[in-house]
């Protein structure tokens, strides 16, 4: 939006400790960055622009927009109107310069490793990670000949040591799935500057309330914006947000591959922003509240929170995070895979479903949802053991919450 | 999910969303055809022609009934016409008392569309209750109220005037639009007919048009229901998805704007360009003891002002303001300004909004999402421009 009135960073709702600031308007930048104030028709909303091609008043017009470069629709797949609002107020929310959006999470990262990645090429990944993104590096980058190292995460001294002469890409989550682990951003985006190599933090978790990985000079903000982001648990969408120049090339590429998302999905996805903020101070409330309680309940053996003070990460996610999210991972005590799929199965509120980030509360057991037909030497290697729960928060009351697990806890 | 023992904002993410049972889908297919396949000819099925109902529409309905505390809701295409659902249940002879301080539409409905019926209506200060019974007749069916009221922020205390009127065999009907149930919940204070715009606070995001009526009795609701498949001005599935995706955040979204309400209201309250400030959360307002009691924990989103200044004052702070913009409506994430005389209240008669208290320097805000400062400064700079 032209007219955004205090676009610049305020630290106003800072934590005091954060080596970088939060907008105090994010709510503000929520409604209505990204969007013309005066719309087509005047409607006070953008209209969903859902033609597959634009037409040109006559050939002249074709020869400008090829010569001058302007932007303005051509094709669908090469961009829309509803994709150049959404990424707009994703750039602006997350205090970057661009951003690029995609049909899913995966499809952003596919689009970037993509174009940023050539046969002999490497990537250093930390370990903790989503497993589709671990399987598209290790089973199919490979076959374009791109060499994936995997260092355990948090490890950066490995890391440093897996970084070649043509190691061209760092990549990580903060805080990771499912074992919530925070990266030290500082450390990880050193790292890169140090070799000249760029980085790129997958903050789905995260989302920019609560991290901010560019102010930590991190080259790429990789989000999966079906989660937070779309936040209704009925959108899939994924973005990629950096600086124009090293995002021009990436833009191109999705050009061709086609990895775009639909007007009526960006609609929403716009449309879940506008109350990004409220949601997510919702999502944090009830992160942290649901954490204590399963920190002490006696069937609890371990819980994996950064807004808990057990939690080694703790420190530096109190310094460089703003809140927690809603995301927790849980370990029932003396449980085996069935016990613990008993207390999943008695849930009431939560739904056994894959996915995060939205309205509805979700829970899952990692054995059964993501890795059932893996096996058990790699399940150790990964970290996944059988009685591990991991429950999405949704915005639900938190009494309930607590109450639900309490009863699923008991029985 | 069984759902009523749940809070307030559980229900309103949970109850009618529940899980898919044909794909186990986490938000509910949208149903957008427009007939059902029928078991055989004659028998009965849930669903048959989608004017009657459709999936989509009940879930909205299940929501709101649960949320409002009735026993059933019917989703209408636009505020209005729930507004005219209800009005269905009077016939000619009828007579209708409904306040001084209501929607436009409304008031042009009743004193435009109906009188023509042989329905004829008189508007009453719902805040006396001498008013009240100097306008009852022997004929008068319904009492219509809206608390706060629009564009005035007037508040009647709802209980006294539905106990007053069940006394004389009226129904009751409040106009909950501007409280929304997470702060008035006007069944519980013995009203029988809950209206809503659901293109306000219901949806949110100024992109449905909606209109819900709410009910305590099944009987009531049996015969609403009829007079609506009769009329068939239904809610479609789309704008039936969309309020229903804006109902999961709607008491995120309703105390977060009343908070930033309250304080724009004291900033405006002492402001030098302003003569008189309307909101029921400012200690000064009549209103202010008895909305504390009715409404839950704030008092609404909705701002009225008047300028010092004339007409054209008024006209020229509206227009001049560049976060807040110049619409009718209220309700949603963005914040919206409007004069009253040109805007919302011009299909009243000039004479009548001037009885009405409705003065031409009269600003009504609808307080978005934003954040307070960027919305207070805004409205600084334009009071500026008197």
């Known amino acids: ?50 033609a597959s091609t634009y037409s040109f008043a006559n050939t002249q017009a074709v ?41 899913s999470g995966m499809a952003a990262i596919v689009g970037l490793l993509m174009a940023k990645l050539s046969a002999g090429d490497e990537v250093v990944f930390f370990d903790e990670c989503y497993h589709r993104s671990r399987e598209f590096c290790t089973k199919h980058l490979s076959r374009y000949g791109v060499v994936t190292h995997q260092v355990r995460a948090c490890d950066y001294d490995a890391m440093e040591r897996a970084i070649g ?44 309330y609560n991290l901010r990985p560019l102010a930590f000079g991190v080259d790429y903000v990789l989000h999966s914006a079906t989660k937070y982001l779309g936040g209704h648990n009925d959108l899939l969408a994924g973005a990629i947000i950096g600086s124009a120049a090293k995002l021009q090339e990436v833009r191109k590429l999705r050009g061709i591959l086609g990895g775009i998302n639909s007007a009526h999905n960006l609609y929403l996805l716009e449309r879940g922003l506008k109350t990004f903020e409220l949601r997510m101070e919702r999502h944090n409330r009830n992160g942290q509240a649901v954490a204590e309680f399963l920190a002490n309940h006696p069937r609890v053996e371990k819980v994996l929170y950064p807004g808990l003070p057990t939690h080694p990460g703790h420190e530096l996610a109190k310094r460089q995070m703003r809140g927690f999210g809603g995301l927790i991972t849980f370990m029932v005590k003396d449980a085996d895979w069935r016990a613990t799929a008993d207390v999943v199965d008695r849930a009431r509120i939560a739904r056994i479903a894959p996915s995060l980030g939205g309205v509805e509360s979700l829970i899952e057991q990692p054995l059964v949802m993501s890795y059932f037909e893996v096996p058990v030497e790699d399940r150790k290697r990964f970290g996944i053991p059988d009685n591990m729960i991991r429950l999405a928060c949704g915005i639900e009351d938190t009494q309930d919450l607590i109450d639900d697990l309490a009863q699923a806890l008991q029985g | 999910m069984s759902g009523e023992r749940h809070a307030f904002r559980t229900r309103a993410i949970h109850v009618g969303n529940e899980r898919d049972p044909a794909t186990g889908a986490i938000v509910p297919p949208i149903h957008v055809a427009s007939t059902f396949v029928l078991p055989g000819a004659g028998e009965p099925s849930e669903f048959d022609y989608s004017r009657t109902g459709t999936p989509t529409r009940q879930r909205l309905e299940t929501t709101v009934a649960s949320l409002e505390g009735g026993c059933g809701a019917l989703a209408y295409a636009s505020g209005m016409a729930a507004t005219h659902g209800a009005m269905l249940l009077l016939k000619h002879g009828d007579h209708v008392i409904a306040g001084t301080d209501i929607y436009g539409g409304t008031y042009r409905l009743l004193h435009k569309v109906l009188v023509s019926s042989g329905i004829s209506v008189t508007l009453a200060d719902t805040r006396s209750p001498e008013a009240l019974e100097a306008a009852r007749r022997p004929e008068t069916k319904l009492l219509w ?19 007053w009127a069940h006394q004389h065999g009226m129904l009751v009907g409040v106009d909950n639009t501007f409280a929304s149930p997470v702060l008035t919940r006007p ?8 209206m809503h715009s659901a293109t306000k606070y219901l949806g949110g995001h100024s992109d449905a048009l909606g209109g819900i009526l709410v009910v305590r009795d099944p009987e009531l609701h049996r015969r609403l229901h009829y007079l609506q498949n009769a009329v068939g001005n239904v809610l479609g599935p789309w704008d039936s998805y969309l309020i229903q995706r804006g109902i999961k955040t709607l008491e995120l979204r309703v105390r977060e704007q009343c908070r930033t309400a309250q304080r724009l209201a004291e900033f405006l309250a002492s402001h030098p360009r302003i003569e008189r400030t309307l909101y029921p959360g400012l200690p000064q307002h009549p209103g202010h003891d008895i909305a504390t009691r009715q409404m839950d ?30 619409a009718v409506s209220l309700g949603a ?20 909004r001037l009885k009405h208290g409705i003065r031409d320097s009269l600003v009504r805000l609808s307080v978005g999402l934003e954040a307070f400062e960027d919305l207070r400064d805004d409205l600084d700079q334009a009071l500026r421009k008197i």
Request: hydrophobic share 35%; glycine share 8%.
């Open chain 1, 63 to 103: 020869i400008d927009y090829i010569r001058n470069k302007e932007r303005r629709g051509e094709y669908g797949r090469y961009g829309s109107p509803n994709e150049w609002a959404v990424e707009k107020k994703l750039a602006a929310l997350e205090g970057g310069e661009e951003a690029i959006v995609y049909a």
């Open chain 1, 1 to 50: 939006m032209t007219s955004a009135p205090s676009n610049g960073p305020s630290d106003s709702d800072s934590s005091g400790t954060a080596p970088c600031t939060f907008p105090g308007n994010l709510s503000t930048l929520a409604v209505h960055a990204g969007e013309d104030r005066q719309k087509p028709t005047h409607s006070l909303t953008d209209p969903i622009v859902c």
């Open chain 2, 333 to 352: 994430v963005e914040s919206l300004i409007e004069q009253p005389a040109s805007m919302s209240h011009a299909s009243y008669d000039r004479a009548d």
């Open chain 1, 165 to 208: 002469p043509k190691t061209k890409l760092l990549v990580s989550e903060s805080p990771t799935n499912p074992h919530l682990s925070v990266v030290d951003l500082e450390r990880f985006a050193g790292l890169g500057r140090k070799h000249g190599v760029d980085t790129l933090i997958d903050a789905t978790l995260a989302t920019p």
């Open chain 2, 145 to 163: 109220l809206e608390s706060p009221g629009n564009p005035l922020l007037s508040i009647t205390d709802l209980a006294p005037c539905v106990a």
């Open chain 2, 297 to 326: 924990g704030g008092y609404g989103a909705m701002i009225s002002f008047e300028v010092a200044g004339d007409f054209a004052a008024a006209k020229r702070v509206v227009e001049g303001t560049e976060l807040f913009q110049l």
């Open chain 2, 187 to 194: 069944l519980e204070l013995g009203a029988d007919i809950v």
